[in-house]
């Protein structure tokens, strides 16, 4: 029997149905093997265990040759690929579990693979997105927030933007199309920031709602 972990949620990806007036325009998820290329540094862990390999097998040809490469280099192979397949399930794992939400008012990102946490971002107090684009066309789109609000970049990782640990930036990560997406946001973050606020008061002057 099936079971969705996400079954409570009314709407995919969002911890509530959105009011009536706003709109889903994109949802997505980090695109798994560049997750695991940038955020989990699967490169580098490759290039790490064959520099490894090579030197222990020719440590051990020196004495017993090709025998003795094999003795010697074929435990760290072995241990690669065991390094491998944990990375592989992890940035599945982390894919999986995320969804990123971008509406007509707001970007919302479900995240978490074991702690789930669903993170509201309404364009007003979005300041700034920055979009970092790889050649194959995924790209992660870096949000800068406007006042005090502050973030854990451990809560948030990967789901950030790297290297900015004291000023924690939430990001799009490693999604497909994402010059595609960073327009669409821009468009939807444009439109609504332009739109006025009205403040709706009661007779006797008390503030009673705010669109």
């Known amino acids: 029997m099936s079971h969705d972990d996400f079954a409570f949620e009314p709407v995919k990806g969002l911890p509530e149905r959105p009011p009536e007036h706003e709109r889903i325009l994109w949802q997505g998820r980090p695109d798994t093997w560049q997750l695991a290329r940038e955020a989990l540094k699967i490169n580098w862990i490759t290039a ?60 919302a990102m479900r995240i978490g693979a074991a702690l789930n946490v669903t993170l509201n971002l309404p364009f007003r107090q979005i300041a700034n997105a920055d979009l970092s684009l790889r050649s194959n066309g995924t790209g992660t789109i870096a949000l800068e927030t406007l006042g005090e609000t502050k973030f854990s970049y451990l809560v948030l990782w990967p789901h950030c933007r790297p290297g900015h640990v004291r000023v924690t930036k939430p990001a799009l990560r490693c999604i497909p199309e994402a010059e595609k997406v960073a327009g669409l946001l821009a468009e939807a973050a444009d439109a609504r920031v332009s739109q006025p606020v009205i403040e709706r008061r009661a007779p006797t002057g008390d503030l009673v709602a705010a669109e």
């Open 48 to 107: 790490y265990f064959a520099i490894v390999v090579v030197w222990r097998a020719s440590v051990g040809s020196i004495d017993g040759g090709l025998a003795g490469a094999v003795a010697f280099g074929l435990p760290y192979v072995g241990l690669w690929l065991a390094a491998m397949g944990g990375i592989a399930v992890l940035a599945l794992a982390m894919a999986r579990s995320t969804v990123y939400t971008i509406t007509t008012a707001r970007v």
